[in-house]
């Protein structure tokens, strides 16, 4: 219907445009001409009516379904441009969110970073606590086995000495007492012995 309409009102304006050039045309003719156009000018009353006959029928399908076209076009674009301004606000609202959110993911991640720092700074000190920890341990262990193993070497050695003492002791005493001897301290034993166990 706008094709229509528009070619419409493109004929009616030419038609003017015709006329109006065909009258100006008319009035710088010379006399001569203008009796020879005077038959034309019945014509052109007829033609002048149809341009008003035509400019009213077109002035009236303007009023009758244009008017209706364009109101119900502009409706069209106003509700399209709503649409687009709520679809506008829609995705700028949506926007600011995920820059909210964007936002929110940064201080997250710096959240988690920091918390990782001081998990690590707290793993690194739990490390070094138990590697301290277990070195005071072998060093106890070691103190320990060290006293263990020297009290023993000192055991063994008075067990050596005392040994040692004995033998020498024994080898003196063989030296000294002869077979005479022997009967007279194993006498003197046995006398100190009996006269023990009669005082019992």
Known sequence: MSRALRAGLLAVCLLGAFQIS?????????????????????ELLFETINF???????????RKRGRA???????????SLE??????????????????????LRDEVKALKKRA???????QERMWQAAEDEARRI??????????ATNSAKLE?????VEQALEQARSKIQQRLDEESRKKLVGFFLADLSSKTKSN
């Open 22 to 42: 065909r009258a100006s045309l008319l009035a710088a003719a010379p006399p001569a001409e203008k009796a020879e156009e005077a038959g034309s000018s019945h």
């Open 52 to 62: 008003i006959l035509l400019a009213g029928f077109l002035v009236y399908l303007y």
């Open 69 to 79: 076209f364009f109101n119900e076009r502009s409706d069209t674009i106003r509700k």
């Open 83 to 104: 649409e687009g301004r709520q679809a506008l606000e829609r995705s700028q609202a949506r926007l600011a969110d995920a820059e909210k959110k964007l936002a929110g």
């Open 117 to 123: 720092e001081a998990e690590i700074a707290d793993e």
């Open 139 to 148: 060093e106890e262990f070691a103190k320990a086995r060290i006293l263990a």
């Open 157 to 161: 050695l008075k067990n050596y000495v």
